[in-house]
Nanobody
Framework: QVQLVESGGGLVQAGGSLRLSCTASGRITSAYVMGWYRQAPGKQRELVASIRSGAIADYAASVKGRFTISRVNAQNTVYLQMNSLKPEDTAAYYC??????????WGQGTQVTVSS
């Protein structure tokens, strides 16, 4: 059973940057579209970025131009580079498959807090 472990979150001031990592304990099927999701308190989990095996990426409008998703299939790792962070980016961030959604058990996530 693949386990997903997210890391790299923290407290940062508005305008700052963070790089999140998602490492799988087993092999992530390269055919899966992988994505980063986030969930703020009282809100539903939302998809913010996704990447196909051919490195084609898509972004939510709220993060486009600020976030960059990447993946290294050989390392079973997905990254999320987050720049120009805003307080509204504060949330717990998770990675998982997109189509279908959540094939693997959800990890613990990594908390990102952006202060104004």
């Amino acid at each position: 059973q693949v386990q997903l472990v997210e890391s790299g979150g923290g407290l940062v001031q508005a305008g700052g940057s963070l790089r999140l990592s998602c490492t799988a304990s087993g092999r992530i099927t390269s055919a899966y579209v992988m994505g980063w999701y986030r969930q703020a308190p009282g809100k539903q989990r939302e998809l913010v970025a996704s990447i196909r095996s051919g490195a084609i990426a898509d972004y939510a409008a709220s993060v486009k131009g600020r976030f960059t998703i990447s993946r290294v299939n050989a390392q079973n790792t997905v990254y999320l580079q987050m720049n120009s962070l805003k307080p509204e980016d504060t949330a717990a961030y998770y990675c998982n498959t997109v189509f279908p959604r959540g094939v693997y058990p959800w990890g613990q996530g990594t908390q990102v807090t952006v202060s104004s």
